[in-house]
T-cell receptor, first 116, second 113 residues
Framework: SQQGEEDPQALSIQEGENATMNCSYKTSINNLQWYRQNSGRGLVHLILIRSNEREKHSGRLRVTLDTSKKSSSLLITASRAADTASYFCATGDANAGGTSYGKLTFGQGTILTVHP | DSGVTQTPKHLITATGQRVTLRCSPRSGDLSVYWYQQSLDQGLQFLIQYYNGEERAKGNILERFSAQQFPDLHSELNLSSLELGDSALYFC????????????FGNGTRLTVT
């Protein structure tokens, strides 16, 4: 079952613009992660935010987390054509025990297209 | 390069057949995860192993089985294949902690004809 739901499903912007993607989830989490997937390739980890954190930055990426609303957003600033990919949020279940920690539940993803 | 190796990259087989997908995790990672990605179901968690033992099970069919060997590589066995099993199968690895990023291989694209 899908835990996270991304919004929008698809986003088309021009180079230099900012891209914002949102993710909502249903259960209690211990962390939320964002991944990127280029067409037909493996997912690449972008950034992780723990449940006790509200905002995190990494380069041109900014992630926010609102546990009261069970939502997160990923902002990519000054987008480039090379940012074109699918972006997924993934959540770690706070109720997972022992070494089943680490299992992530992924959303359906947002397809980002950045036009040169 | 994530350090996770999956073989084969592509697999074409007929309905009713059995296939084995192989995964070598990133050096030092003890946890291995298998995910299935299809257009209609998205990324579905199948199963997780930690240091040779099964730790979590997701939407894995009874026709599917997996194991992790002492050298930590893992195999996913798919049997009595159906057309609907056609998908991308990803292996990922992590150190296994509660907040560990997953490192994904490039997947095995399975086509069942």
């Amino acid at each position: 079952s899908q835990q996270g739901e991304e919004d929008p499903q698809a986003l088309s912007i021009q180079e230099g613009e900012n891209a914002t993607m949102n993710c909502s989830y249903k259960t209690s989490i211990n962390n939320l992660q964002w991944y990127r997937q280029n067409s037909g390739r493996g997912l690449v980890h972008l950034i992780l935010i723990r449940s006790n954190e509200r905002e995190k930055h990494s380069g041109r990426l900014r992630v926010t987390l609102d546990t009261s609303k069970k939502s997160s957003s990923l902002l990519i600033t000054a987008s480039r054509a090379a940012d074109t990919a699918s972006y997924f949020c993934a959540t770690g279940d706070a109720n997972a025990g022992g070494t089943s920690y680490g299992k992530l539940t992924f959303g359906q993803g947002t397809i980002l297209t950045v036009h040169p | 390069d994530s350090g996770v190796t999956q073989t084969p990259k592509h697999l074409i087989t007929a309905t009713g057949q059995r296939v084995t997908l192989r995964c070598s995790p990133r050096s030092g990672d003890l946890s291995v995860y298998w995910y299935q990605q299809s257009l209609d179901q998205g990324l579905q968690f199948l199963i997780q192993y930690y240091n040779g033992e099964e730790r979590a099970k997701g939407n894995i069919l009874e026709r599917f089985s997996a194991q992790q060997f002492p050298d930590l590589h893992s195999e996913l066995n798919l049997s009595s294949l159906e057309l609907g099993d056609s998908a991308l199968y990803f292996c990922a690895s992590s150190v296994g902690g509660a907040s560990s990023p997953l490192h994904f291989g490039n997947g095995t694209r399975l086509t069942v004809t």
